[in-house]
């Protein structure tokens, strides 16, 4: 797909002091129906107004939700001219009335799952969901006013996406939806832990709580399944089995510690006979990861009777339920389910920036590619042909800030 490029497209700069309190021209990537090419447009960001925060995006990165949506697979996702992008790391520009946990010049990330810190949910410390700031698919606009913030040159609103939308220069958040990081953090690497790295770590971490000695298996060694790997391999597990239907997946889970590899379509058996015979009975704990209904019950009879728990990560687009009988939990096996790896983001999320720093979380095998913001298109094309984990988009300024 060639990058189209909308009339009188400039670059901005990043002076905080000349644009604070004002609107913005910047160049965006807006996707205008399903399946059709982005094209890169000068548009309008408004000023952020009370309790949010205007950041400049440095560098983004592309996951399979932003290609779900971008192929409008559902109605939530079908609005449009619409920003997409949830993973990204970026500079605080600006901040509106009652902000004072950032202010400019902030390296933050966005999240997508928000952490308004006062709900119900919030001051629970077993979930890390949040009253007002969940994830919301049909959410299109700022939760103060109900409003955009982008516009295109002629007055057209712009929508949000996923309480982030980082297919921009600029984008204004919820303050709610702004971690701030580390100001020595490798600000690339850590536009991952917006969404899959975060996601697939926590599941192994937060989740399932992974025990040193204990077995493993992963269903779909894509990003979001080798971050489990990582996760796994840094808590001390003793066996990590991967399962995916491509070869090409288990070059790269063996950097991540994966030391089984099974594909589901050699041999006669179903793979969780094949995972039970070769751990005798079953693993601790298994991951979906792919967004299956067969592969999770897979997942699920993988895991030992007695204690095995299968976390459901996967996004199901299909409206069946569960393919379990209530009494195959009667054997002591349990499934659950999480949103970004149970990581409360505001509160927790700048430790795992930390364990990243540590080298305890190596993000280093996750990026395979690079470009240029304005080839997001092709970016695209890498994710359809299952040749990219990540691909980062470095936007303008990126490496003077970093």
């Known amino acids: 797909m060639a990058t189209l490029f909308h009339n009188n497209v ?19 990537a807006v996707v205008r129906g399903p399946n059709q090419q982005f094209l890169i447009e000068q548009i309008r960001v408004d000023p952020p107004k009370t309790m949010e925060v205007r950041i400049k995006i440095l560098y983004t990165s592309i996951c399979h939700t932003d290609l779900s949506a971008w192929q409008g697979e559902n109605e939530a996702q079908r609005a449009y001219p619409r920003i997409l992008g949830h993973e990204a790391v970026g500079v605080v520009e600006s901040v509106g009335e009652g902000v004072t946990d950032l202010k400019e010049g902030d390296h933050v990330i966005p999240i997508f799952n928000g952490e308004c810190g006062h709900c119900v949910y919030c001051n629970r410390r077993t979930t890390n969901l949040c009253e007002k700031y969940r994830v919301n698919p049909f959410k299109k606009a700022m939760t103060n006013d109900g409003k955009c913030r982008f516009w295109t040159k002629d007055g057209e609103p712009i929508f949000h996406f996923l309480n982030t939308s980082t297919f921009t220069e600029y984008s204004v958040l ?26 697939g770590v926590g599941a192994a971490w937060n989740v ?80 979906e990861c792919v967004g299956n209904l067969d592969v999770l019950r897979e997942a699920f009879l993988a895991t030992h009777d007695g204690w095995g728990k299968t976390v459901l990560i996967g996004i199901y687009p299909s409206p069946n339920l569960l393919p379990i009988h209530p009494m195959e939990l009667f054997d002591g096996r349990s499934i659950i389910g999480t949103v970004f790896g149970g990581y409360k983001g505001k509160t927790q999320l700048p430790d795992l920036v930390q364990d990243c720093m540590r080298g305890v979380v190596n993000l280093d095998g996750f990026i395979t590619h690079e470009l240029p913001f304005e080839k997001i298109n092709q970016a695209f094309e890498l994710l359809i ?18």
């Open 10 to 28: 400039n670059k901005s700069s990043f002076n905080p002091s000349d644009t604070a309190g004002k609107i913005i021209s910047c160049n965006a």
């Open 174 to 199: 919820d303050s709610a939806c702004v971690v701030k990081i580390d100001s020595n953090s490798p600000l690339k690497k850590m536009s991952l832990l917006s969404c899959g790295v975060s996601t």
């Open 208 to 287: 399932a709580d992974v025990q040193a000695g204990s077995s493993v298996a992963i269903f779909g060694l894509g990003a979001l399944g080798l971050a489990v790997a990582e996760g796994a391999r840094a808590r001390g597990v003793s066996k990590i089995v991967g399962v995916d239907i491509n070869p090409d997946k288990f070059i790269k889970g063996k950097a991540m510690g994966i030391s089984e590899f099974l594909n589901p379509n050699d041999g006669g058996k179903p793979v969780h006979e094949r995972i039970r015979e070769m751990t005798g009975g079953g693993v601790d704990y298994s991951f």
């Open 385 to 402: 042909d299952g040749k990219a984990l990540r691909c980062v988009l470095r936007l303008p300024y990126a490496e003077i800030m970093e």
